[in-house]
């Protein structure tokens, strides 16, 4: 096994809690609690990405790798933890959470000098684990799997996964929680990211009002975490700047979200990282029909708190909150305020930004603003598939412009008749537009070309993998691992993936239903 280079940072520096075991309990004035991963019965490597193996320092080839990523071995310099954190979940204050199934086995220093905290998703019980089983089930992982290195090759910020490892046990689950449990095959998933820290982090201590905790993790994260601003004398200086950090990388993030239609499904504050990354993939979907208010978790149907349109003001929601938590360490409000401020100005720059992509412009002024929501509107009106529909339009010829080409981006002939007059006069104001934009057709294509992507995870993808993967053939999960590491490109032969969600989708479990139980 190869010699990984480990550096604890958070569980040398940080307190942790004195008592050993998983045993369920409120831990108070501690930041994480020791804790071993359960070990699985026959843990067998189903997917890796190798590129990730080599960089932390892992010999894709080594045929230990699967007790190690199950947690069934520990290496030399692995402490493992469970973080302790609190939420709100659904609007509302949960508490205390935590790691109730992640354990992080180290911070690997990798040979690039990165940090790789690696951490198991499914690797059992753990103080904060409130009765559950610390247990994850094949379909989520795959999903989370899948999904994460979708997100990266999108130019999305998110925590990658390195692996995806078969338990041989099995875990019972109530899929849509209706009293219908039943035996599911177990997996565990090994997540990388630099940090995994998540507001919920900062919030446990304040509510707490343990400000000497909060206070220990903030110059920990930001000495850790933010090294660009350890240069700042003033420490209140530079708190507030880590603040303003952390507001515009989720303004970008989300706004990524929305430029390639990734629905999280469940922006609980637990569940947003303090490094921007998108983090935690359960109920998350992507957009099919374009539908602002679409959300693909059945928890969240009745008020559909994190629909896809809804994703910017919940972020800004979600960081008043850890604005809130981070109050105590500041005189007056006026840093904090500017942080949140920094949100709105990020967001809509990045927002400008991904409209003057999608559109093919060199830059996206106000008329381009309602240039393209004049777009959406139509796009919700009509039941038009968001990629395919933005992927056709960069072979649009200004000089002629053919709504003919977009066929296969509608899902309902009636609409498209309906709105067919709203979309050509779009098409003549959008052509005019091009027109006198700066940019040469050659680099309109190619801005559109890598705003606009071939392929997404479209959820029923991702359910044609999981139902092979449950007869054992873990085939579709590469298949589809390997078309999405180049989502950006034509890949002659896979057109089959980026096809249009089929009617016998629309409405099947996992497809455009998904819950929190995973
Ligand atoms: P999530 O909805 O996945 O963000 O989880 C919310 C909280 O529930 C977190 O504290 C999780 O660690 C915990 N949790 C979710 N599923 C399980 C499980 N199977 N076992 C233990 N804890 C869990
Ligand atoms: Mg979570």
């Given amino acids: 096994m190869a010699f990984l280079s480990f550096d604890n940072a958070f569980v040398r520096d940080m307190p942790g809690d004195p008592e050993p075991g998983p045993a369920t309990r409120q831990v108070h004035g501690a930041l994480y609690s020791n804790v071993t991963p359960t070990p699985v019965a026959a843990p067998r490597l189903v997917a890796l990405t190798d590129e990730l193996a080599k960089r932390v320092g892992l010999d894709p080839d080594d045929p230990d790798l699967a007790q190690v990523l199950s947690g069934n071995r520990l290496l030399a310099g692995m402490q493992p933890y469970a973080a302790n954190y609190g939420g709100h979940q659904f609007g509302t204050w949960a508490g205390q959470l935590g790691d109730g199934r992640a354990i992080t086995l180290g911070e690997v220093v990798g040979e690039d000098g ?163 990354l998108t983090i935690d993939y359960g109920p998350y979907g992507w957009i099919d029909d374009y539908d602002p208010d679409w959300t693909p978790n059945t928890t969240d149907a009745g008020r559909r708190r994190y629909r896809f349109g809804q994703q910017p003001a919940v972020a800004y929601w979600n960081l008043s909150r850890l604005a809130g938590a981070l109050s105590p360490l500041f005189g007056d409000a006026v840093p904090l305020q500017v942080g949140l401020d920094r949100f709105v100005r990020a967001y809509e720059a990045a927002d400008r930004v991904n409209v003057a992509g999608k559109l093919g412009l060199g830059e996206a002024n106000d008329d381009d603003m309602a240039l393209m929501a004049r777009l959406q509107a139509w796009m919700q009106e009509t039941s038009v598939d968001m990629t395919i529909f933005f992927r056709t339009l960069m072979d649009l010829d200004p000089a002629a412009p053919d709504p003919a080409i977009f066929a296969e981006a509608f899902y309902d002939e009636g609409l498209r008749a309906s709105n067919r007059p709203a979309l050509v006069s779009w098409l003549a104001d959008y052509a005019q537009r091009v027109g006198r934009d700066t940019l040469a057709p050659l680099e309109r294509h190619e801005r559109m070309r890598t705003h606009n992507p071939r392929y997404v995870l479209r959820n029923y993808l991702a359910q044609e993998a999981i139902d092979r993967a449950s007869e054992g053939d873990f085939g579709g999960v590469h298949d589809l691992a390997r078309v999405m590491s180049r989502p950006y490109d034509d890949q002659p032969g896979h057109e089959a993936f980026a096809r249009r969600r089929p009617d016998w989708a629309r409405s099947r479990a996992g497809c455009s239903m998904l819950s929190c139980s995973s």
């Fill in 114 to 276: 990165g940090r790789h905290e690696l951490q198991l998703k499914g690797a059992g019980p753990t103080p904060y684990s409130r009765g559950a089983d610390g247990r994850a089930v094949l379909r989520s992982s795959i999903r989370e799997f899948l999904c994460s290195e979708a997100m990266h090759h999108l130019g999305v910020p998110t925590t990658r996964a390195l692996s995806l490892v078969t338990t041989g046990d099995m875990v019972v689950r109530d899929m849509f929680y209706d009293g219908h449990p039943r035996d599911e095959a177990g997996a565990i998933v090994c997540r990388v990211a630099p940090s995994f820290l998540r507001f919920g982090n900062f919030e446990l201590p304040a509510s707490r009002g343990d400000i000497g905790l909060l206070e220990r993790l903030v110059d920990f994260c930001i000495a850790r975490d933010f090294p660009a601003l350890a240069g700042i004398e003033d420490l209140t200086e530079r708190r507030a700047s880590w603040f303003d950090e952390i507001c515009a990388a989720t303004a970008t993030t989300v706004a990524q979200w929305m430029r390639v239609g990734f629905v999280h499904g469940v922006m609980n504050t637990d569940n947003m990282s303090i490094l921007g």
